[in-house]
């Protein structure tokens, strides 16, 4: 079945580091891939979304390509904020154009200190 | 507007107790997801509805859970004769259609005693 690999974390930068966080997949087919972040007291929201092969999805600064390739959608940020202190979560579902289930990574906690 | 809805935020029950959370999605969302977050994971998904009816139930664990919709609104998720095994986050989100994103509410946490 389909299943979605991540990093462990926790994850600790100090501000203005490059982030990336790898996450890697296996499906069959042609799957829809998520990032979703969960910051501190909050609900799990979409950060950005790849749903064919070569396609960047980004979002506050968040990068993430789609690689058929390697069946990898790693996210990455250029110069991370205390701000982005939070849980991310790798996911994808197996169909973009009828009904597929979510299924989501362990998440990678990641903390930025000052 | 409105987001996803969840009440309780948090139910503390005995081990064989029932217990119902809920759900109220944003308004026009016809499909409607129930997840489960255990502590250290991801969400894991039990069981989807469009309008009223439970199109994919497969993630449901056993027979002790139990959720509808009856107006295509909120929905109600039913757990029977709790475990200590079943405490973990209650997730629900909804969406405009099932190829569209989905919208978390912040979650009910069980605890059975």
């Known amino acids: 079945g389909n299943s979605v690999t991540q990093m462990e974390g926790p994850v600790t930068l100090s501000e203005e580091a490059f982030l990336t966080i790898n996450c890697t997949y296996t499906?069959?087919?042609?799957?829809?891939l998520f990032w979703y972040v969960q910051y501190p007291g909050e609900g799990l929201q979409l950060l950005l979304k790849a749903t064919k092969a070569d396609d960047k999805g980004s979002n506050k600064g968040f990068e993430a390509t789609y690689r058929k390739e390697t069946t990898s959608f790693h996210l990455e940020k250029g110069s991370v904020q205390v701000s982005d202190s939070a849980v991310y979560f790798c996911?994808?579902?197996?169909?973009?154009?009828?009904?597929?289930?979510?299924?989501f990574g362990p998440g990678t906690s990641l903390s930025v200190i000052p | 507007g409105a987001g996803v809805s969840q009440t309780p935020s948090n139910k503390v029950t005995e081990k064989g107790k029932y217990v119902e959370l809920r759900c109220d999605p944003i308004?026009?969302?016809?499909?409607l997801y129930w997840y489960r977050q255990s502590l250290g994971q991801g969400p894991e998904f039990l069981i989807y509805?469009?309008?009223?009816?439970?199109?994919?139930d497969s993630g449901l664990p056993n027979d002790r859970f139990f959720a509808v919709r009856p107006e295509g609104s909120v929905s109600t998720l039913k757990i029977q004769r709790t475990e200590r095994g079943d405490s973990a986050v209650y997730l629900c989100?909804?969406?405009?259609?099932?190829?569209?994103?989905?919208?978390f509410g912040p979650g009910t946490r069980l605890t059975v005693l």
């Open positions: 509805f469009q309008g009223t009816g439970a199109a994919d």
């Open positions: 989100a909804s969406s405009l259609t099932y190829t569209d994103t989905q919208y």
């Open positions: 308004s026009g969302h016809t499909a």
């Open positions: 499906a069959t087919g042609y799957p829809s």
């Open positions: 996911a994808l579902s197996g169909s973009k154009t009828s009904y597929d289930k979510v299924i």
